[in-house]
Each structure stands twice: as C-alpha cells, then as structure tokens.
C-alpha cells in the first residue's frame, strides 16, 4: 500500500506531509479551475477571493465555502444544455472534445450526475483503481467477474477498463444478466475474482444450489470486491462470505475524481484504505450543520468535501458528497499498515432524525446484520414522510432467516429493537416478516421507503 514517500508512524507527522502535498497540487489547481468563468470563478467572487492568490494557504482553501453539490451539479448540467448543447455541465474545465469518458450516477432519485474524463483524467483513474486491485490481491492475467451494473454507473464501464488497463481479464457480464446467467458465466470462466454488490453476492450464495446444484464455495472464486451500498464492511457479511464463498473479500469505493479507497481483508473492517492521498483530497471535514472545516485528525468525525487535486475535465472542487466519514489516522489494527483510513458513517441526506436522536440507515443495517442467520438481514426503513424528521417510532421492517420459526419472531422482534436502544439510543417498532418477502436486487438496495399515510 506504500505508495507516498512519507517515513513516519506519527499520525500529525502523516497529516503534515499529506498536507504539504496537497497544497502544492492545490496551488495549481486553483489558478487552474480560475479559467472557467461560467462557473467557478463567480464562486470564487462570491466568497470573496478576487484572484488565485488571496488564497495563501491550505486553511484559507479549507474556509471556502462548498462550491459543489449535486444539486448544483444538476443545475449546471442543464444551464450547459441550454446554453451550449451539451450536458457536461458549466463547471466543465477543458474543450468539450477533450471529454472522452462519461459515467454517471444511478439516477433513482432524479436527474443523474454526470462524471466527465479526459483522457488524463481516464489515465490517473486507472492508476487510482489498480492501486486498490493489487490491496485485493488481484493479479495481471486474473480473470475477473463483473456483475456490477454496466450503465454509465462509475462501477460499470470505468471498471471494465480499468481492469484491462491493469492486465486482468473482465467478463463483463453485469448485473442485468440476472443471477441464473451470472452462475452459469460463472461456472463457464471460472474466474477467481468478483465484483458484485453485498446484495448481489447473497442472491448468488442463496441461489447457487438451485441453479447450478452445488454450494458458492464449490465455484473458483477466492476474492470478492463489493461497492455500492453499504455491507460489505460488516463482520457478519465477511464472515458469510468466507464461509459461503471461500472468498476474501474486500469493500471498496473509488472511480470518481480520483477517490480510492479499500478495506484490507481484516476479519473486522477498520475503515478504508485512503488509495488516492496524491490525486485526491477526499476527507477535507466540515461540520454537517454549520459548514464550518474540522481538525482534521484521528477520530474526528464529519461530512467530506471533495476535491481533485489535477483533475482536467469537469473537476470536483470544493464539492459537498453528503457523506459522512469517521478519519482514522495511524496503524490499522487488521493489516498493520500505516496511513489514513474513512469509516463510512452514512450520508448527510440520509441522516434520520429521531427525537433529537441522529441516525444512519447503515448503522441500523448493521445491527440488524449482528442478528443472522436468525434474521435473513434485508430490512426496510418505512417512513410516513421524507427524512431527516421521524416521528417515532421508526418502524423497521426485517426478514426473518430462512430456518427461524414463526414462533421466534415476537421475542426476536424485542431482541432487536432493545439492541437498537442500546446501541443508537432510540427504539423502533420492528416487524418481522418471512424470508424472501423483501425484493432482492443486484444493483443498490434502497433501504428508505417513504409511504405517505
């Protein structure tokens, strides 16, 4: 994982010289995104800075305000539509011809993002990535499962070609080819590796048996890598899949403006490798209420600002994710290795407020997953109006396990809602249902239903 000429085990020491790094990127980067006057230099005017050099030091960059966010996002996409046929947006950096890669986010909530390469921007990308294979174990010349999502999805296509960039062999077959296909590829390829959603890897654990008559640890896989959703960092999800799969597998999340980032394969998570401190300052931290930038140090808590450090294209820069990390900075317990590392808290627009009581859906989810098998671990959260308010309780819809009686479910019921209280001080109203109730999907499981009474 030594990719940064740092020689020290002091976690300010680390910060330090990350630092100094990034401010020299930065530096350049900010005189570089000053040429767009159709978006980021009005930012720049509007939060004061009348020229590159007002900002004299990593600080006076960290007080800006965000200039990003992914409804300004949607907003510039359609304002470069109007005003120039295109939807790469205004906060576009280069010539438009000079955008030769698009992937995008899913969309499911409205307008989909768009994340724009150039063709250095594609480069470094493929650097990032293959960074996070080699954690995985993934060697040239592997054959390599894709059944992610092959929409312009980042996990889609960009991986593809990163794989290949890297010298493994994607089969790409995705997720739309529904899990009876996917075993048989599966069979038919043999590959040692497999890139799937946590939900996606359950479908193929639960229905292997079925469709080819033999367990998932009797196929050739050995290294799952997931992302998309929360899970996969989870013990009891990396235990299953040691178990069920005979597989190693490691969480990850990368792709976009040079992030990367990746557990090792610890039998507990302890976060996420930082893979991209050189191209991407991915844990700038602010307070979710007040905006205001944190100290950043081991421990600390907050949402992330995203910025890429050389990014040609349509760059994040000062971008407000929603996402909420825990940094860790130090000696992971699981691997030894030394550097900083992002717990994924939850989002910001996904927070849950309860009584005062703040709450992230990831964090319910992994209580429940401390109950399988006796629960089969899918869950909804069903709300009478959007969050963050709820008023309580928070009725929690789970699936019973596959072997657990109907008779267990009123005390399971109670069990569950009194570690809920325990760990995240407040109590839902929990509702058991039988197995397989809850629609399975390969793609991201929305584990928010919001219907109106």
């Known amino acids: 994982m030594n990719y940064l000429d740092i020689d020290t085990r002091d976690p300010d020491e680390y910060l330090a010289a990350v630092d100094a790094l990034r401010w020299e990127k930065l530096k350049k980067q900010i005189r570089y995104v000053w040429t767009n006057t159709d978006y980021f230099r009005p930012r720049f005017l509007e939060a004061g800075v009348s020229a590159p050099e ?20 949607r907003d510039s996409q359609e304002a470069s539509l109007a005003r120039y046929d295109h939807p790469l947006g205004l906060h576009l950096t280069t010539a438009p011809e000079n955008a030769i890669h698009l992937a995008a986010t899913s969309g499911t909530t409205g307008t989909p993002t768009f994340y724009v390469f150039s063709k250095k921007d594609l480069e470094t990308t493929y650097i990032v990535l293959g960074r996070m294979f080699q954690v995985a174990g993934i060697r040239p010349g592997d054959t390599v499962f894709h059944a992610f999502g092959l929409s312009l999805w980042l996990a889609g296509i960009t991986f593809v070609q990163a794989l290949e960039a890297y010298g493994a062999r994607p089969v790409a077959v995705g997720a739309e080819g529904g899990v009876p296909k996917i075993l048989r590829y599966i069979e038919l390829t043999r590959p040692r ?9 359950k479908q193929l654990i639960e229905r ?7 367990p998932a640890a009797a196929l050739s ?12 960092s989870q013990p009891l999800f990396r235990q299953l899949v040691r178990e069920e799969f005979n597989a190693q597998v490691f969480d990850f999340m990368g792709g976009a403006w040079h992030n990367g980032c990746i557990t090792c394969d610890a039998k507990e998570a302890h976060g996420m490798h930082y893979m991209a401190e050189d191209y991407c300052y991915r844990y700038d931290l602010v307070n979710p209420e007040s905006k205001a930038p944190l100290e950043l140090r081991d421990g600390v808590v907050g949402e992330a600002i995203h910025t890429a450090l050389e990014y040609e294209a349509a760059p994040a820069f000062r971008n407000a994710t929603g996402d909420i990390f825990r940094l860790h900075v130090g000696e992971c317990p699981g691997c030894g290795h030394f550097g900083a590392r992002l717990e994924i808290l939850g989002r910001a627009d996904d927070m849950l407020m309860i009584k005062g009581v703040k709450a992230y859906p990831a964090a319910i989810q992994k209580v429940v997953h401390e109950f399988r098998p006796r629960l089969s671990g899918e869950l909804r959260i069903r709300l009478f109006a959007p969050p963050p308010k709820v008023e309580p309780p928070l009725r929690l819809v789970v699936e019973a396990g596959e072997h657990t009686p109907e008779s267990a479910w009123p005390e399971l019921a109670r069990a ?4 809920v209280r325990e760990l995240l001080t407040f109590r839902p109203a929990v509702t058991l249902l039988p197995f397989g109730s809850l629609p399975r999907s390969g793609a991201k499981t929305k584990l928010i239903e919001v219907t109106p009474c």
């Open 54 to 73: 007002d900002i004299r030091s990593l600080a006076d960059f960290r007080r800006l305000p965000a200039f990003l966010d992914k409804a300004r996002h």
């Open 193 to 201: 590796v497999l890139f799937a959603t946590p939900s996606m890897v």
């Open 208 to 214: 292997a048996p079925k469709e080819l008559g033999k």
């Open 221 to 232: 896989i050995r290294v799952i890598g997931c992302c998309g959703e929360p899970g996969a």
């Open 416 to 419: 569950l809602e009194q570690r």
